[in-house]
């Protein structure tokens, strides 16, 4: 009797990033870029910082996570996205063992 062989890390992280992006557990449909996608999205825990220098102008930040499979680029620093309609600028952007971790913000009023 042969013993099945452990499935190797690279394809342990996979499934945790397909758990993790799944719609019924943490992952939802966004639109990003026009295109729908299944990711996290994350709200910063202050969502929305006053700006000291524009009175009634707020810093909306969100984190989003999403496969590289789906998205299928990693994004650059200082790029423009459409995430649910909202602009947003990148201002920081990984791949983290196939799944793309991107940190964005906009101003909004």
Known sequence: MSIPPFPSFKDQV???A???TNPQEFGGEHTIDGRQLVAVVEDTINDKTPLDYAEGVFVVRKTVHVAR???GYLPEVGQWMLLNGLRMQVTK???EFGMIVI???ANVT
């Open 103 to 105: 940190e964005l913000e």
């Open 69 to 71: 499979v789906e998205l």
């Open 14 to 16: 996979a499934l945790d």
């Open 93 to 95: 952007a990984a791949d």
């Open 18 to 20: 397909a758990v993790f």
